[in-house]
């Protein structure tokens, strides 16, 4: 074993068409599960990085996929500080949640060059969609605003990436 995951060599594995044995937040994985199995130091650690992540009791196998294992490997390395300026008053939970790890990496990397969001180099998906989310939890909303001019766009039925602002 090597940081709480399988390799795989010391057990048999099963056919290679089995899919992740993980629920994430409450939907069923569908990736082609890797060699790394869900023991009880990830499940630890998924618990304690509070990671909407648990087995399927339907599963016949512990081996989880490649995105969630770099994922749980991402948690597992975050260090959370006490008097970190996110320990506001807010929590997370007041704010609508956003999954980018479902975007491609393309549009993670194009996003990190819009906002010139700094990282260091080689970052694999999930690390740069952490670094994504802390930048995109900064970013100041006037939500009044938006809808204003969101509700005022839907009535003149244009958009700015139109060029004209007259609708089909």
Known sequence: MNN?????????????????CLIDDGERCRH???NASYNKRIQKTVTQRRLKLSIDSHAHHIYICDFHKTRIQCARTKRRRKDSEEDSNETDTDLPE???YQLQVNTLRRYKRHYKVSTRPGMNKAQLADTIMKHFKTIPVKEKEI????????????NKLDG???GP
Do not use: H, W
């Open 4 to 20: 709480g995951f399988s390799t795989g060599e010391e057990d048999s594995r099963g056919p290679s068409d089995q899919i992740c």
């Open 32 to 34: 082609t599960a890797g």
């Open 98 to 100: 956003v999954d980018l």
């Open 147 to 158: 809808l204003t001019y969101f509700i005022y766009m839907v009535k003149s039925n244009s």
């Open 164 to 166: 004209g602002g007259e």
